[in-house]
């Protein structure tokens, strides 16, 4: 039988190289590094054995350009070793794509391939001893335009007596698209080697290391210890999938001095290793909740994972595990919790501190008392140690309140069409839910109410001390009822007329700062009160039949002194009591006739204004002659005006208001 060319199998290395998974970024422009480092490590465990970590020697020097920048591009690395060397078996190895010569120590045979991906060319020198002498190997290392053989200028020659075994791999330069990746600081660079073989610096397993660049010279075993604050392992046993035989993991929890950063973008990490180097790494700072730790508060936590489940699961990359997904999320939650346990001090402090934050926020609105009366399990159960400021901690308080409000809600449909015999039992805790939070929402409506007279207290503050001008009306008057307010578009919630009597809290329909002739029927003035409020029938104090009384509030500028016969705050309100009366009915926005307003009924009038001695003067030759039981105000009826007129003082309005709501304050601890 004849075979031709046509039936071989073509092999395209270019090709291979090409769909090698190293996409452009810092650490894959220095994963060429750590293959030729991740070498040299098996070089020389593989001649000095167990004397590799006394007698070995590791150097790598960085090549940076001419530039005169003050810290110049990166543009390669040498990597030199006193290791067994490219022995004709080595050699064999290395020429042979996907080789299975290391595979005992985790080799894939396509690591030096990313040096053919991330590098323009390499060059290897290397001394190895046969027969009892020294020979030296060179060649070059780089895709060719032919697409063939990537060894060039192999040459093979006698070493000196002075020749030193061991070997050289000059990475140099960097192809186009990763030049610009490579970390320009020598101590990033440290670090990086560090991190990608933790598992060897965290059992001190390293030979003589060294980094060099320029005249800076780091010892990365020193530079490691020297930022280590503490170092502890464990074994657990897991299942990765359910059903599966329990694996065993190592876990080393290191303490880093921050000082020693591995990875950029985090402070905290869980790294994953195959083979004693780094596959996969995960950001764990949003599990942790921690910011930096240790003694001193200046150190970031590591978890180094590994396992002999993982040496066998690598991809050959380097880049991943074959295991699934689902199965690394359970490893990487069960490393998580390990984690926990380690660092649980710390994260007691964090908790410490988010019950004191959910404590003060409960004070402040506690109408969330309902769904944190034991705050400690609150924190516990529902916030993530993540969350720390009030804003995170408040939204989940809301969050769980409207949970438990439809929670409630879908328990009362439920109701209506169960049966059975715990039906009493859940009658009983869904009245209790609801009684829980209509108390807490009557604690939210008590706390409003103190911050709205703490800020009437601040607004009858003197704006200018040395001048001691009082700020105008309009802010008194605007917290009390939004001026130029159109009722029809406020509810009850909308003011805040109980500061003047708890009995307008209700008062819904209102008219502030608008001429008369714009809602009465028949009247074309064009003054201005500044309230009237009626009752809207819809609201429950109304009665059938009745006439609710109508409120005319006037406020006078806090520290008045001014007042002429013209401007009589008395007169004012009576006079706008006979327009009122004369007006014929209220009209809404639309223009239809709300309400009239029929003879007997009632006004009440509250002239609100800083006591001067004219405005007493004037007090006492009106109506509003009586004192009120404490002193501090005056009051007086009118019977042709059907009206009682209530002169009042501001800081008696302010009293009196705390007065009324003091035991609801000292109830809620708002004193």
């Not at 395209?12 to 994963?31: E, I, K, Q, T, Y």
């Amino acid at each position: 039988m004849r075979f031709d060319d046509s039936d071989r199998f073509e092999f395209s290395l270019a090709g291979r190289v090409r769909n090698l998974g190293f996409a452009p970024s810092p650490l894959n422009a220095l994963f060429p590094l750590f293959e030729a480092v991740a070498n040299a490590f098996h070089a020389i465990e593989a001649r000095w054995d167990r004397e590799a970590t006394r007698r070995g020697s590791i150097t790598v020097t960085v090549l940076r350009s001419d530039s005169e920048d003050e810290s110049p591009p990166v543009i390669g690395f040498t990597v030199e070793d006193n290791g067994v060397g490219l022995t004709p078996e080595n050699w064999t190895a290395f020429r042979t794509a996907d080789t299975a010569s290391k595979i005992s120590r985790g080799g894939k045979g396509v690591g030096r391939l990313s040096w053919l991906k991330v590098f323009e060319n390499t060059r290897v020198s290397s001394a190895f001893e046969e027969d009892g002498q020294i020979l030296y190997r060179t060649f070059s290392f780089a895709i060719r335009a032919s697409d063939g053989n990537p060894v060039g200028h192999h040459e093979l020659s006698a070493g000196g007596t002075a020749t030193r075994v061991g070997t050289r791999v000059h990475l140099e330069p960097y192809a186009s698209a990763y030049s610009a990746h490579c970390p320009r600081k020598t101590e990033t660079i440290a670090a990086q080697i560090i991190g990608h073989f933790l598992r060897n610096f965290a059992s001190y397993e390293v030979p003589a290391f060294v980094l060099v660049d320029g005249a800076e010279r780091i010892s990365l075993l020193d530079f490691y210890s020297e930022n280590v604050e503490s170092e502890v392992s464990e074994t657990i046993r897991i299942s990765l999938e359910p059903g599966a035989e329990p694996i065993s993991i190592d876990i080393y929890h290191i303490l880093l001095s921050k000082g020693l950063r591995l990875h950029e973008g985090s402070k905290h990490w869980n790294l994953y290793v195959g083979d004693g180097r780094v596959v996969r790494d995960e950001k764990i700072d949003n599990q942790l909740g921690l910011g930096y730790i240790g003694e001193n508060a200046d150190s970031v936590y590591i978890g180094l994972v590994s396992g002999d489940f993982l040496n066998e699961h690598v991809n050959q990359e380097r880049t991943n595990f074959t295991f699934s997904e689902e199965a690394y999320r359970t490893l990487h939650a069960a490393a998580i919790a390990a984690a926990k346990r380690r660092l649980a001090p710390y994260i007691e402090l964090v908790r410490v501190k988010q019950a004191e934050t959910t404590l003060r926020i409960i004070r402040e609105n506690p109408q969330f008392l309902a769904v944190a009366s034991d705050v400690p399990a609150f924190v516990e159960e529902n916030l993530s140690l993540n969350a720390k400021s009030e804003e995170d901690i408040f939204l989940e308080l809301a969050r769980q309140r409207r949970r438990k409000q439809r929670e409630t809600r879908r328990e009362i449909k439920a109701l209506v069409t169960t049966t059975g015999e715990n039906i009493a039992e859940r009658v009983q805790k869904v009245a209790g839910a609801i009684n829980v939070d209509k108390k807490a929402s009557l604690a939210e409506y008590v706390v409003k109410r103190k911050e709205i007279l703490d800020l009437l207290d601040s607004s009858l503050a003197y704006a200018d001390p040395e001048a001691r001008n009082y700020l105008r009306e309009e802010i008194v008057h605007d917290l009390i009822i939004p001026i130029r307010s159109d009722g029809e578009a406020l509810e009850y919630e909308d003011h805040n007329l109980w500061i003047l009597d708890d009995r307008l809290a209700f008062y819904s329909y209102l008219k502030s700062d608008k001429p008369f002739r714009t809602f009465l029927t028949d009247s074309d003035s064009g003054r201005e009160p500044d309230i009237a409020v009626v009752f809207d029938r819809s609201l429950a104090f109304d009665r059938e039949g009745t006439d609710e009384p109508i409120i005319i509030v006037e406020f006078k500028r806090p520290g008045r002194t001014a007042y002429g016969h013209e401007d009589n705050p008395i007169t004012q309100v009576l006079e706008y009591v006979n327009i009122m009366r004369n007006g014929g009915a209220f009209k809404d926005r639309t223009g239809r006739v709300r309400k009239p307003i029929p003879l007997s009924t009632r006004f009440i009038c509250f002239v609100i204004a800083d006591f001067t001695p004219k405005l007493v003067e004037m007090v006492s030759l009106s109506i509003a002659q009586s004192r009120s039981a404490d002193g501090e105000g005056y009051f007086g009826f009118s019977p042709i005006h059907n009206a009682v007129v209530e002169v009042l003082p501001y800081n008696k309005l302010l009293h009196d208001a705390r007065l009324r709501n003091e035991a609801f304050f000292s109830k809620l601890g708002l004193n």
